[in-house]
């Protein structure tokens, strides 16, 4: 028998995607009422109280945009998926490279650096070749591997002619040699729910450059490391990306707005309704808003005359 | 199915299943989001911004 939540619960999304459109179908499977909210539609007023609910899954492409809707409702009282600090550590990979480190995950060497000088230092520290990426991104955009000082050089003339603070924290990783391919958790809540590899010509083995995916299983290993570091951020539905390395599992990153469209046949999970499960779960767990009350008479004040 | 005339070309749509930030594609080429319903209203889809995605 399915539970309906006693509280609101809200999707707040722009572009609909596929993977909005699954979810929105795997609330209906369970039973549950979800209001949608397009967020170009949306204004919040600092001091609001609960303008979306009780429960909000926020599914908006910007970063920028999740963080600080994230954090208004938030502050309004809402239980946001993900919350506001997870947003921010994940979409900022020198803040999740620090998550980890703090959390004792394993990682590729990461250092972050502000001048051309400290990024050839880490070069020929971490060794040749080394990955460049910005801070915040996705989807593998503007990733580069740099094998010498010429590919460092006109990578960073590339971002001193792009501007922007982000452009500046300049993000190097060691390159890992690996197999072709990488593999992905998904993680919802205290579970790994399904594992994928990505295997393709790119070095870069994202779906989003034509990366074929498969399922593979979650072994104890994968886990084991894609649960620390997904407890390692804040926790919530994640997507953690493993790199199979000689010294054991990596993890390169870990993304908060997680896609799963082309992950569904191949491992066979019902992704969305574990996540409108987790969803409801949550919601489940959530206190309903309290009953208003006629609010309180004033206190008397006596007033004994002024004193001088 | 009705044919519907913008400023970005035609669209041939059913109104009545269009949902808010759903993407099309005019005859112009031209990607076009749906940002209102009532009335229906249509806007260049957004450029891909750099810090979209997962």
Request: charged share 25%; proline share 7%.
């Given at each position: 028998m399915t539970t309906a939540p006693p509280v609101r619960i809200t999707l707040v999304h722009d572009r609909l995607r596929p993977e909005e459109r699954l979810l929105f179908g795997a609330f209906d499977r369970l039973g549950v009422d979800v209001e949608r909210s397009y967020a170009p539609d949306l204004r919040l007023e600092a001091g609001a109280e609960r303008p979306l609910g009780e429960v909000a899954v926020l599914r908006t492409l910007s970063h920028a945009r999740t963080l600080a809707i994230a954090q208004g409702l938030e502050a309004a009282g809402t239980r946001v998926v993900n919350a506001a600090h997870v947003v921010a550590t994940c979409g900022d990979k020198w803040a999740t490279s620090a998550a980890l480190a703090a959390a004792g995950v394993p990682q590729p060497r990461s250092v972050l650096a502000f001048d051309r000088a400290q990024v050839l230092a880490a070069a020929e520290d971490l060794g040749w070749p080394v990955v460049l990426k910005p801070v915040v991104g996705s989807w593998?955009?503007?990733?580069a591997r740099l094998h010498d000082v010429d590919a460092v050089d006109a990578v960073l003339e590339h971002k001193r002619a792009l501007g922007g603070p982000h452009h500046q924290l300049l993000y190097v990783q060691e390159h890992v040699d690996k197999p072709a391919r990488d593999l992905r958790a998904f993680v919802v809540g205290d579970r790994v729910v399904a594992a994928i590899a990505r295997e393709g010509?790119?070095?870069?083995?994202?779906t989003a450059r034509g990366a074929t995916v498969r399922g593979v299983p979650v072994t104890p290993d994968l886990e084991a490391t894609a649960l620390a570091a997904a407890h390692a951020v804040g926790g919530g539905l994640l997507a953690v990306d493993l790199l199979e390395a000689e010294r054991g599992l990596l993890v390169g990153e870990v993304n908060h707005g997680l896609e799963f469209r082309n992950s569904i046949d191949p491992t066979g999970v019902d992704l969305p309704l574990e996540i409108a499960t987790y969803v409801r779960d949550l919601a489940l767990d959530t206190a309903p808003p309290a009953p208003t009350t006629p609010p309180a008479p004033p206190a008397q004040v006596r007033t004994h005359g002024a004193t001088s | 199915m009705q044919t519907l005339t913008t400023p970005y070309g035609r669209l041939d749509v059913d109104p009545a299943t269009l949902e808010l930030g759903e993407l099309l594609v005019s005859d112009d080429g031209v990607e076009l989001e749906?940002?209102?319903?009532?009335?229906l209203r249509f806007e260049p889809a957004p450029e891909e911004a750099e810090d979209w995605g997962e």
């Amino acid at each position: 028998m399915t539970t309906a939540p006693p509280v609101r619960i809200t999707l707040v999304h722009d572009r609909l995607r596929p993977e909005e459109r699954l979810l929105f179908g795997a609330f209906d499977r369970l039973g549950v009422d979800v209001e949608r909210s397009y967020a170009p539609d949306l204004r919040l007023e600092a001091g609001a109280e609960r303008p979306l609910g009780e429960v909000a899954v926020l599914r908006t492409l910007s970063h920028a945009r999740t963080l600080a809707i994230a954090q208004g409702l938030e502050a309004a009282g809402t239980r946001v998926v993900n919350a506001a600090h997870v947003v921010a550590t994940c979409g900022d990979k020198w803040a999740t490279s620090a998550a980890l480190a703090a959390a004792g995950v394993p990682q590729p060497r990461s250092v972050l650096a502000f001048d051309r000088a400290q990024v050839l230092a880490a070069a020929e520290d971490l060794g040749w070749p080394v990955v460049l990426k910005p801070v915040v991104g996705s989807w593998g955009r503007m990733v580069a591997r740099l094998h010498d000082v010429d590919a460092v050089d006109a990578v960073l003339e590339h971002k001193r002619a792009l501007g922007g603070p982000h452009h500046q924290l300049l993000y190097v990783q060691e390159h890992v040699d690996k197999p072709a391919r990488d593999l992905r958790a998904f993680v919802v809540g205290d579970r790994v729910v399904a594992a994928i590899a990505r295997e393709g010509e790119d070095w870069r083995t994202n779906t989003a450059r034509g990366a074929t995916v498969r399922g593979v299983p979650v072994t104890p290993d994968l886990e084991a490391t894609a649960l620390a570091a997904a407890h390692a951020v804040g926790g919530g539905l994640l997507a953690v990306d493993l790199l199979e390395a000689e010294r054991g599992l990596l993890v390169g990153e870990v993304n908060h707005g997680l896609e799963f469209r082309n992950s569904i046949d191949p491992t066979g999970v019902d992704l969305p309704l574990e996540i409108a499960t987790y969803v409801r779960d949550l919601a489940l767990d959530t206190a309903p808003p309290a009953p208003t009350t006629p609010p309180a008479p004033p206190a008397q004040v006596r007033t004994h005359g002024a004193t001088s | 199915m009705q044919t519907l005339t913008t400023p970005y070309g035609r669209l041939d749509v059913d109104p009545a299943t269009l949902e808010l930030g759903e993407l099309l594609v005019s005859d112009d080429g031209v990607e076009l989001e749906v940002v209102a319903l009532d009335p229906l209203r249509f806007e260049p889809a957004p450029e891909e911004a750099e810090d979209w995605g997962e």
